[in-house]
């Protein structure tokens, strides 16, 4: 699933279909050049998030920053976890926003830590920041960054999603949701 360069990077890209392939193939070279997204990709969900949406999350995270993007979330658990590792882990960067005035709580595979002190107010600097969102799994948190979001006119895809959103994208599952993400992030 990453495009970083190297045996295991390209094994893993094998598992998506095609399509997707090509299109994370393209957005890592414009990834390269000075067309690229600045701003990073939100991927939201909750802390205590399953074992299907941690998976989704990781791989989703592990493309887009094998491909060049950095991953920005809550920085704590569940859905938040699974994509700072699979960003990490795909030789790319995890920033996570966290609601306290501390660290002590951030996941271990944060590149970067961003302690606010703001509680769930927090939600809106991930929300701003991220070019587009990917929610996968949904609790209130979640809701709210999807809604904030939308109103300000950013691309947000759900998948596992429990309440439709106007506006929101849903995915039928990880291949369609990387999918439907690309599509965005190359338009």
Known sequence: MSLREGANAMQAIETWPAPVVQALQ????KQKGPGR????????????????????AYAVAHALAGAGMAVICGGRGGVMAAASRGATEAG?????????????QANEWLSV???????????????????CLVA???NM??????AMGLKWGKPVFVLYGGVELPGAVPASGVDDLLDKVLESLLG
């Open 26 to 29: 393209h957005l890592a070279l």
């Open 141 to 146: 948190g979640t809701l709210s960054e999807m």
């Open 113 to 131: 830590a961003v302690p606010t002190g703001m509680g769930e107010m927090r939600n809106a600097i991930i929300a701003r920041a991220g070019v």
């Open 136 to 138: 996968i799994g949904s």
């Open 37 to 56: 997204h600045r701003q990073p990709v939100a991927v939201i969900g909750p802390g205590d998030a399953g074992e299907a949406e941690c998976a989704a």
């Open 92 to 104: 790319g960067i995890a920033v996570g926003i966290l609601p306290e005035d501390d660290d002590s």
